[in-house]
């Protein structure tokens, strides 16, 4: 998202510097516009130690000085909880007003006690805080609700729409990193439920984490090999979604989840769990079907209800399309615009 709003206020013809912590990439995985001056301050945080941790996060609140002093910027936008806090201590005393966005909803996502403390005490140095959600706002103490606002991701309309139904569905797709957060286990188990009366079913997880070794050692215990893959993070999303006939998106908890999105725009059936994110996206049983967070049964059950059904099915990917109208580039780049022009 971050790189989209980069390269749309250079479109618009501003001078824009994106500056990340992470260690120098040669290509950065998001494109970025040639024109856009990419500083990476090579200052990671992979570290258990927590003397460490503290030493790097002082080093990276004078090295983030250092170079905002040297840029002067008109505004400041940061994205990510602990980024924003570092960003703001950073920028004090700087007179630059700093936009932070949360990215995903804070009352399920947690972070250090120490940080969660730190974020009520210095987000009111913010000129904007931004969230994708309602839910997500009802984090924030009452005293937040005038700098607040909630602008959700742009969705743009595919280069190819799915045209071709399948007259049944034997490919499944899900997209998401390989985290708890995004309980690939309960997809995974209703999967094998599932090939209990439709054995041509497959499914591909696209995405990398820490749960790989988790997730491959479930898939072997249900013997489940030839039916499950995970092949990794994709750069071409739209062509694994066009290969696929079902999308299900099974997670604990999201921001504004850009796969659900981009599925959806395709024009791909969709199934996704009932939580924070997935709910502001998706009108069950008109563009979608909803299922209780980590309920296998359910998902299994509707499921099997759009394997059965394909007028149903084929109905729910045509009206999913909306979606891009809904949430269009042009309307959520015009607020975070608004939003620029208000603070300064």
């Known amino acids: 998202m971050l790189s989209e709003l980069a390269n749309h206020w250079v479109s618009k013809g501003h001078k824009v510097s994106f500056i990340t912590f992470a260690t120098s990439v040669a290509v950065p995985f998001y494109s970025l516009d040639s024109k856009i001056n990419l500083i990476q301050l090579d200052q990671s945080q992979h570290t258990s130690s927590p003397l460490k941790r503290f030493l790097n996060s002082f080093k990276r609140i004078l090295v983030l000085r250092k170079t905002l002093q040297q840029l002067t910027p008109d505004r400041i936008v940061s994205f990510v909880d602990i980024t924003n806090i570092t960003t703001l201590i950073s920028s004090i005393g700087i007179k630059t007003p700093v936009v932070v966005s949360e990215r995903i909803d804070p009352n399920f996502h947690k972070i250090p006690p120490f940080y969660a403390w730190l974020r009520l005490k210095v987000y009111p140095l913010c000129s904007k805080l931004i969230v994708q959600t309602t839910n997500a706002a009802t984090y924030f103490p009452k005293q937040f609700n005038q700098c607040i606002e909630i602008i959700p991701n742009p969705v743009s309309p595919p280069v190819i729409e799915k045209k071709d139904y399948a007259q049944r569905i034997t490919s499944i797709v899900s997209i998401g990193r390989l985290e708890q ?10 999967l094998s439920r599932l090939l ?5 079913l497959t ?7 820490r749960e790989r070794k988790n ?7 249900l013997a489940l090999q030839d039916k499950i893959h995970l092949p990794g993070t994709t750069h071409n999303i739209q062509e694994a979604l066009l290969n696929a006939d079902l999308f299900v998106f099974p997670s604990h908890y999201e921001g504004f989840p850009n796969a659900l999105c981009e599925a959806m725009a395709v024009g791909l059936p969709v199934i996704a769990s009932n939580c924070s994110g997935t709910t502001d996206i998706l009108r069950d049983g008109i563009d979608g079907r909803l299922f209780p967070i980590g309920d296998v049964g359910a998902l299994t059950k509707i499921a099997l209800e759009l394997l ?3 007028v149903q099915s084929r109905a ?14 042009t309307r959520i780049f015009a607020l975070w615009d608004n939003i620029l022009e208000e603070i300064l």
């Open 181 to 190: 957060q995004k309980d690939h286990k309960t997809l995974i188990r209703s």
């Open 308 to 310: 059965e059904d394909p």
């Open 316 to 329: 729910l990917g045509t009206r999913a399309k909306e979606v891009s109208v809904r949430f269009s580039p």
């Open 203 to 209: 499914l591909t997880i696209y995405g990398e984490g």
């Open 196 to 200: 209990k009366t439709h054995p041509d």
């Open 215 to 221: 997730l491959e050692t479930l898939i072997t215990s």
